[in-house]
């Protein structure tokens, strides 16, 4: 973490907490959301498109409350690394993760190219 000023480590220690504050938020409102619309439709008044509805915007609100877990998850990860001095290091080479990119991209593990290396071999674009 030597590489990176102090004042951009603020910036950045600052934004992961917003990301992960953030993203807790969306998770409960989602979570609480789904809590809700159990509590207030009876299923069995509601018509087969009402239902087919309700189960669409259920598997939205699940895949959009994982997001978010991992994201505050990841979040964390960059926390604690900024704690224990790692942040900012790709975890593949070892080398210095540029601080643009980690700007754009607070919770990056890896420098640009180790990550294209990665999503390439995981067959992931």
């Known amino acids: ?3 990176l000023p102090a004042p951009v ?4 220690k600052d934004k992961l907490i917003r990301l992960r504050d953030d993203a807790s938020n969306e998770a409960c409102i989602a979570e ?12 069995e008044t509601l018509d ?3 239902r087919a509805e ?4 259920a598997e939205i609100d699940k895949v959009e409350i994982a997001l978010d877990h991992a994201t505050a998850r990841a979040a964390d990860v960059a926390l604690q690394r ?5 942040y900012g290091v790709c975890q593949d080479c070892g ?12 919770t ?10 990665y999503e390439r071999s995981h067959g992931q674009q």
């Open 82 to 86: 900024i704690a224990d001095g790692s």
């Open 54 to 57: 309700a189960w669409r915007e």
């Open 32 to 43: 609480s959301r789904g809590l809700q619309f159990l509590d207030t439709k009876d299923r």
């Open 108 to 117: 990056a593990l890896r420098c640009a190219a180790c990550q294209q290396a």
């Open 95 to 106: 080398r210095a993760i540029a601080w643009v990119r980690l700007l754009a991209l607070p």
């Open 48 to 50: 087969r498109v009402e």
């Open 9 to 12: 480590v603020k910036i950045l």
């Open 1 to 3: 973490m030597k590489h």
